[in-house]
């Protein structure tokens, strides 16, 4: 879809891409973000191009999500800065021999606390169990996305720190 | 899960991850589908113990 011109920069999120850092764990489905090509800032945008491109290529789309190959998928633009920067910091990781993109572990941990559900304080404190967060990247991120707040909260409820 | 099997979850290489994860998803699917059977069945149940129109037995 890149070689194409469908999209620009995409990086793997959710509980997939933290399956990158940590045992699987389910998930019915994978979030993709992506970012699409030579949009300026004014454009309205919409997530069709891609969706007709892999209806093109056989994929059935399936309420917000289109299959590829077993899994569903959803396309998620990035909706805010710390979405973007995770986006463009991606690293690159291989699956089963085809290389793709993952956002990375301090990213997903900070949009996980962003969200906030319960599942998502769950993903984080198993980012903490494996010890797959590098501290000092982690808070620059939560001060620079005034994320500082939320941070405190989590850290008192589950760490009494 | 015992800590040293979930950290050797954990050193599997993606691709053998997401295989892992498909199994997961299929049964995490299989499950939902049990149960969502389960449910209508209760309710199909529920539904004749409460349709006082049915002829009872004695």
Redesign the interface.
């Known amino acids: 879809m890149q070689a194409d011109g469908v999209i620009g920069r995409y990086a793997i999120g959710g509980a997939?891409g933290a399956?990158?850092?940590?045992?699987?764990?389910?998930?019915?489905d994978v979030d993709v973000f992506v970012t699409l090509p030579g949009l300026s800032e004014k454009t309205l945008v919409s997530l069709t191009p891609i969706y007709e491109y892999l209806k093109g290529h056989g994929c059935k789309p399936e309420g917000e999500h289109i299959i590829i190959g077993?899994?569903p998928v959803q396309f998620l633009l990035p909706s805010n800065g710390l979405e973007n920067e995770a986006l463009s910091q991606a690293v690159q990781?291989?699956?089963?021999?085809?290389p793709t993109w993952?956002m990375t572990a301090e990213h997903l941990v900070a949009i996980a606390l962003q969200t906030g559900r319960q599942k998502d304080h769950g993903r984080i404190l198993q980012f903490f169990?494996?010890k797959?967060i590098d501290h000092a990247k982690l808070g620059a991120i939560v001060t620079r996305y005034g994320l500082d707040d939320k941070w405190k909260k989590f850290k008192k409820r589950y760490f009494d720190d | 899960?015992t800590?040293e099997r979930?950290?050797k979850?954990?050193s599997?290489?993606?691709?053998?991850?997401?295989?892992?994860?498909?199994l997961?998803?299929d049964?995490?699917?299989l499950l939902a589908e049990a149960r969502k059977k389960l449910a209508r069945k209760k309710d199909r149940v529920e539904g004749h113990k409460n349709d006082k129109t049915l002829p009872r037995s004695s």
């Open positions: 997939v399956t990158f850092y940590l045992e699987p764990a389910a998930t019915l077993a899994w990781a291989d699956a089963g021999g085809i993952v169990d494996h797959a | 899960m800590s979930r950290r979850l954990a599997l290489s993606f691709g053998e991850k997401l295989e892992l994860l498909e997961l998803r049964r995490s699917l």
